[in-house]
């Protein structure tokens, strides 16, 4: 993980991730006596959801950020098994049935090492669903951080449909399906927009430099991107373990 996040201020915002991870639910078809797992499970927002319409669920939480499985575990209390571990390490958890991931896959920079980790952790049968970056996401804000930094955006891996695909069934996976779906999120608010860049996108680059040239930067961001939006593109998997 290249930094840490301020899990609180994440949680507060307006995310679209909301109705990422519920689609994500939506599509684990799940019968609810499984041992899952939320890779990436962030604050737990989408472990509470899933635990409110499976209680019976034995549910893992395993995520990079200390910060975010401590907020996690608040709102989760003893209700998940809270882990913290790099999803590209072998984990360090007993066999799941499923795994869950919504907005993470696209911090890692090897899928392939990251499904072969996860496939290790799953049952054969067992499923993966997933909703993170993929290809084309960003690109209005790729475009300002060029126009800032003189340098394209990094941190971050925004697979394509065929990659991914290949990139699973390498790691003994097999492909339900695969597939690319935009949905922009646009913040008029200035302000608004800066707290959540900052929050969401540079913190990789905030954890470089000095805290006060934090805003400055952030606001030069802001005012180089071309419209007032953050151009996601999701990259949709539904995989079963072979």
């Known amino acids: 993980m290249p930094f840490e996040w301020d899990a609180r201020t994440y949680d507060a915002l307006p ?16 019968t609810g006596s499984e041992r899952v797992l939320d890779a990436g499970c962030g604050t737990g927002r989408d472990a509470a959801v899933l635990l409110e319409r499976w209680p019976d669920v034995d549910l893992v939480c395993l995520d990079a950020s200390s910060t975010m499985i401590a907020t996690a575990r608040e709102r989760l209390g003893e209700r998940a098994e809270f882990v913290v571990a790099d999803l590209t390490e072998r984990l360090p958890i007993e066999p799941v049935d499923a795994v869950m991931s919504v907005a993470a896959f696209h911090w890692v920079d090897d899928h392939q090492l990251l499904f072969t980790r996860l496939a290790e952790a799953v049952r054969t049968g067992g499923r993966l669903t997933s909703d993170c970056g993929g290809e084309g996401q960003l690109m209005i804000l790729d475009q300002a951080l060029q126009t800032v930094t003189g340098s394209p955006m990094t941190l971050t891996r925004f697979a394509g449909v065929a990659d991914t695909e290949a990139a699973l069934r390498a790691a003994g996976w097999k ?5 690319l779906r935009p949905d922009p999120l646009r913040l008029d608010d200035p302000d608004l927009l800066e707290t959540y860049l900052a929050t969401v996108n540079l913190g990789g680059y905030l954890a470089a430099m000095p805290a006060d040239e934090h805003r400055p930067f952030v606001r030069a961001v802001r005012e180089a991107m071309s419209e007032p939006v953050i151009d996601y593109v999701r990259l949709e998997i539904n995989a079963v373990r072979g």
């Open 15 to 30: 995310l679209p991730h909301v109705a990422w991870g519920l689609g994500v639910l939506e599509r684990m078809q799940l």
């Open 175 to 179: 492909v339900a399906s695969v597939r």
